[in-house]
């Protein structure tokens, strides 16, 4: 067989919404190295991990986009349903073991299409077949027991003879027939085609795949492909993926396949030693590499020590800098933004703070939010009490739950934010002790006078900001209460402007061992 054109699956891509789950079960429990961990070539806020074997090779990669905390998608038509690697035939028995020791969903061991099959599911409900079958690795992982490849997709299909046809463009030919199963095989590996008619269309989201990718020997017949689907609905350009190059394009019945090359690989970007080690950056993304480096979220290797996640009221994501000094910076983004929004500001201000990114829980359209509104400047005041002593909890568990310093942590907030924050800071006087509220008004009707003496607070208002009228109110009741307060008005609207990071790393410079 011509090693420059071998045909079969190259990588198949799936969704996760909690990256260390993740990690911990294909490179913990399953044993795949982690080849590359990268901003997302589409979305470099979107991390992007590579799992396969020793080398990375193609016909061993399963990778997953990282959706933290996203929302789940529905397996249905038109969508991959199942992978399986390929085993050696004698270790099922273990790593039924295995499985059953480590709490994993497992069902089987049975036969299908004449091939012992153990179906597991990964911590997202992904399906994972485990198959003994004698297949060669291309760069064996050093278990005697580990997975060698990938051995098989299953894709749903409202019309199985379309999926087939369209298929066969990348090498595939029909082998067996099984009820509603069509097998295809390449040189490498096999597609079991299942016709599904009737079946709910599948839906994008957590835990579920999004696409398979086969193998191209070069870039001329990635270009050449793209000219023969000239005419096909959905044929996207060619993509430099920088450890491939490729094309997507829907078959017939809707699945996503992508074309994509052998080379240059893995060790494009680092050696073969240091796989996966180092967070890569796409290209297109170099003029702001260090804010995704603190947005994208951390996880720990199997070995590794790591920061325990708490299952806590708000969604929240934390960035810990390698030369953490013991401070944290508790961000609250405004209306429409999430968890992460705040991370670079706050790691420019203060390049060695832990940062705790929380997810307001009051959507609006769909859009995240503190606390619910009845129009841009009427709010509702049951919500903003429940709200605000829902945050309050959340500290007080965030505290003990990860033993943070509530000496030294500042609370900063930004418009939407920022309200809540100027909020939980007289509802609940324990709970924030230094606060920064950038572009910050006054939303209590009724605000309580509390005795908040030692407290300390920043309040930055946009001169331009159609909403810098009601800022003067807050600042007056918190003054009143006793807050240690710095008031400015800055040459900007609503927005964030060079100003506030400026300010703000003064006065955390000021403020923090205080």
Do not use: C
Not at 208 to 219: E, G, L, M, N, S
Not at 328 to 339: F, K, Q, R, S, Y
Request: proline fraction near 5%; aromatic fraction near 6%; avoid cysteine.
């Amino acid at each position: 067989m011509d090693g420059k054109s071998v045909t079969g699956i190259h990588h198949v891509t799936a969704i996760t919404r909690d990256v260390q789950r993740n990690v911990d079960f294909y490179a913990g429990f399953l044993g795949l190295r982690l080849v590359k961990q990268t901003g997302g070539f589409e979305d470099g806020a979107q991390l992007h991990l590579i799992y396969g074997d020793q080398l990375g090779s193609p016909g061993s990669l399963i990778t997953f986009l990282v959706w933290q905390h996203g929302a789940p998608g529905r397996v249905g038509l038109g969508q991959i349903s199942e992978i399986g690697f390929a085993v050696p035939p004698d270790s099922i028995g273990e790593w039924l073991q295995k499985a059953m020791s480590a709490g994993v969903s497992v069902d089987g061991p049975k036969k299908e299409l004449g091939e012992t099959v153990l179906r597991l599911r990964d911590p997202d409900g992904i399906i994972v077949k485990l198959i003994g079958i004698d297949l060669p690795a291309a760069a064996a992982l050093p278990d005697m027991q580990a997975l060698r490849r990938i051995r098989s997709v299953t894709i749903l299909t409202a019309d199985a003879e379309a999926t087939a046809e369209f298929a066969a463009r990348f090498g595939y030919r029909r082998v067996a027939q099984d009820g509603p199963f069509t097998r295809m095989a390449s040189d490498t590996d096999v597609i079991d085609l299942r016709q599904s008619a009737g079946f709910v269309d599948g839906a994008p989201g957590t835990g579920v795949f999004d696409h398979v990718a086969f193998r191209a020997p070069d870039v001329d017949a990635v270009r050449q492909m793209r000219l023969d689907l000239r005419d096909h609905d959905g044929v996207t350009n060619v993509h430099d993926r920088k450890y491939f190059l490729s094309l997507y394009v829907r078959e017939p019945a809707g699945t996503l396949f992508e074309y994509a090359t052998d080379g240059p690989g893995m060790t494009v970007d680092e050696a073969a030693e240091d796989l996966g080690q180092t967070l890569m950056i796409p290209p297109a993304d170099a003029a702001r590499a260090d804010d995704l480096r603190v947005i994208l979220p951390q996880f720990a290797l199997p070995g590794e020590e790591r920061w325990p996640m708490r299952d806590l009221q708000f969604i929240h994501r934390f960035h810990r800098p390698d030369d953490a000094d013991g401070s944290v910076i508790v961000l609250m983004h405004g209306t429409g933004g999430d968890e992460t929004d705040l991370m670079p500001l706050a790691h420019r201000a203060a390049p060695r703070a832990t940062l705790l990114g929380v997810r307001g829980r009051s959507t609006e359209e769909g859009i995240n939010r503190w606390f619910r509104r009845y129009d841009a400047v009427t709010y509702d005041q049951a919500d903003i009490l429940a709200e605000a002593a829902a945050f309050a909890a959340f500290m007080g568990d965030a505290i003990r739950g990860y033993g943070l310093d509530a000496a030294r942590i500042t609370h900063l907030g930004y418009s939407n934010g920022a309200n809540l924050l100027g909020a939980v800071m007289r509802l609940h006087p324990d709970a924030v002790s230094r606060a920064i509220m950038l572009r910050g008004i006054e939303i209590l009707e009724d605000a309580p006078s509390s005795a908040l003496s030692g407290k300390q607070a920043l309040i930055l208002t946009g001169a331009r900001d159609p909403f810098a009228r009601m800022a003067p109110a807050l600042e007056t009741s918190l003054r009143k209460s006793g807050v240690d307060l710095d008031a400015r008005v800055i040459a900007a609207g609503h927005e964030l402007a060079a100003e506030d990071l400026s300010a703000v790393e003064a006065w955390l410079s000021a403020h923090e061992n205080r």
